[in-house]
């Protein structure tokens, strides 16, 4: 085929049986569906986003990322609120409404889709909008609302459809008592008390966040501690202020059940004959990959055990003409690792060099307090090395950890044992997505630890957390290596 597609940038209304040619098709417009067509398409390609719903943004967007971080932001505020008592008697007024606590998301969401419209149109890249279904490994078939059928062939397929929350057996989720991630922001009310499954990231962003609202939190996970690739420094870290705040972790303990009583409560049952009773429940029980209807057999995919598509360190699949990214092939499931898997993906494909930087991807946990870390941990550095050196800085101990009352914060550094090379920067406290990209930076430009005493920071700061940190691994350097 050698029809050219066609000039407009947006596509609904095509005709049965069309047939349209492009170099890459991108299926999900998330973050790795946009990074990956702009990347193919500034590379010279056409390039094509084949969307299911109206908006542009996926579950990022428009029921995750976004309005879980818009109801942080009220969620600190009504914390540091609470703690200045003393100034102004605060409280929450009862059978609040949920979405006045998530204000101005429309107008942010709104904003992100224009924003995000203009940049694919002025990268020429065309967005379909319908039902995707593959036919073959190079044809693809797309149904519209209307229900016409327009079929397109392309030489590369990049899949970036995306996630959906798992549901397991034995927790009958109703999205009006028992949620999944995607539903619980669309509770009516703020609850009294909520029971929440699980202990990765979206469990633990979101129990924190509704226990600063004065929500009566229990975390409960088969697991000793949440957030288990993390070190346990800074885990413990997190569940202390979890704790302080008002909230419960139960650890070690296996949901044989939950249910809704039919009325006002919901009753979670462990195996152990532990019983929680709550208002709400959330169960966060992992993810898997939005594929049930593109018919990837057709292609010559199929999904693995985890439900996921696998892909090699290119983030090829097995068919050498189709390439996935983003949360459709597990974790770590964060919109920045999303957004540098699709370009990566594309680059790939394209026998385009991707550059070193992707080996320093920084992870975030928009939990409160945050939590953030960019490179090896240090358990992944000595079971990787043997013998490093760690430094540590407690955010009570910097001037401005003390004028922004952060009390469980902390910053850390891992190096080799000679304590020069940065091997990886791990934070947790208020402001910990933000000054992980110090430590990047550091990582990626492959600077010694002693740039970080050698740069002058900004007096207070949370930033000089790195200086202090720093000092911490020259005070244990072998001594002739030692000049400070």
Same mark, same amino acid.
């Given at each position: ?108 969401l709104k904003?992100h889709?224009?924003?995000m ?54 927790i ?22 909520l ?18 609202l004065?929500v ?17 420094d ?44 709550s ?5 966060a ?50 919109a ?49 090395? =043997?013998?490093?050196? %760690? *430094?540590?800085?407690?955010? /009570?101990? !910097?001037?401005? @950890? +003390?004028?922004?009352? $952060?009390? &469980? ?14 091997? =990886?920067?791990?934070? %947790? *406290?208020?402001?910990?997505? /933000?000054? !992980?990209?110090? @430590? +990047?930076?550091?990582? $990626?430009? &492959? ?35 030692s000049?400070?």
């Open positions: 085929m050698s029809i050219a597609p066609p000039n407009t940038t947006e596509r609904d209304d095509t005709s049965a049986c069309d047939n349209f040619v492009y170099d890459t098709i991108v299926i999900g417009s998330g973050p790795a569906g946009q990074k990956a067509a702009i990347q193919a398409s500034k590379a010279g390609n056409r390039v094509a986003i084949i969307e299911k719903s109206r908006d542009l943004g996926g579950s990022c967007v428009h029921r995750g990322t976004i309005p879980s971080k818009t109801l942080r932001e009220n969620a600190l505020r009504v914390k540091n609120m609470r703690m200045n008592a003393a100034m102004s008697n605060f409280k929450l007024a009862e059978d609040i409404e949920l979405n006045t606590l998530i204000d101005r998301l429309d107008e942010v904003a889709d224009r924003y419209r203009k940049q694919i149109e002025r990268c020429n890249v065309t967005v379909i909008h319908g039902r995707a279904k593959f036919q073959s490994n190079t044809e693809i078939e797309v149904v519209n609302v209307k229900g016409q059928v327009t079929r397109f062939q392309t030489k590369y397929f990049i899949i970036a459809t995306g996630s959906s929350p798992r549901a397991p057996d034995n009958p989720i109703d999205h009006e008592s028992l949620f999944d991630s995607d539903s619980l922001l669309s509770m009516m009310y703020l609850p009294n008390s029971t929440v499954l699980g202990g990765g990231v979206i469990a633990s962003e979101y129990a924190s966040i509704f226990q600063a004065d009566k939190v229990t975390m409960i996970d088969k697991y000793p501690q949440p957030l288990g690739f993390l070190d346990q800074l885990t413990k870290k997190f569940i202390h202020s979890f704790e302080k705040m008002g909230g419960t972790w139960m650890g070690n303990r296996t949901v044989v059940s939950a249910h809704w009583n039919g009325f006002d409560e919901v009753t979670t049952v462990c195996e152990d004959g532990t019983e929680v009773k208002e709400k429940l959330l169960c029980a992992g993810r898997f990959a939005n594929v049930k209807d593109l018919s990837i057999e057709n292609a010559g995919l199929e999904i693995s055990d985890r439900g996921l598509i696998s892909v090699d360190e290119n983030l090829r699949t097995k068919v050498p003409n189709i390439y996935a990214a983003g949360d459709v092939i597990g974790p770590p499931s964060l920045s690792a999303s957004m540098e898997q699709g370009r990566r993906a594309s680059c790939n494909a394209l026998n385009i060099p991707v550059g070193k930087a992707h080996n320093h991807i920084p992870s975030g946990i928009y939990s409160i307090p945050e939590l953030s870390s960019v490179g090896l941990s240090e358990s992944q550095a000595r079971e990787k090395f =043997g013998d490093i050196l %760690v *430094g540590i800085s407690h955010f /009570e101990e !910097i001037a401005r @950890g +003390q004028i922004s009352g $952060i009390q &469980d914060g902390m910053l850390k550094i891992v190096c080799d044992a000679q304590g020069m090379k940065i091997l =990886g920067v791990m934070i %947790v *406290g208020e402001g910990a997505t /933000e000054l !992980i990209h110090i @430590g +990047q930076m550091a990582l $990626i430009a &492959d600077s010694n630890v002693d740039i970080f005493i050698e740069s002058i920071f900004n007096f207070p700061t949370l930033a000089e957390a790195y200086r202090v940190a720093a000092l911490d691994i020259v005070e244990q350097r072998p001594a002739d290596d000049s400070y």
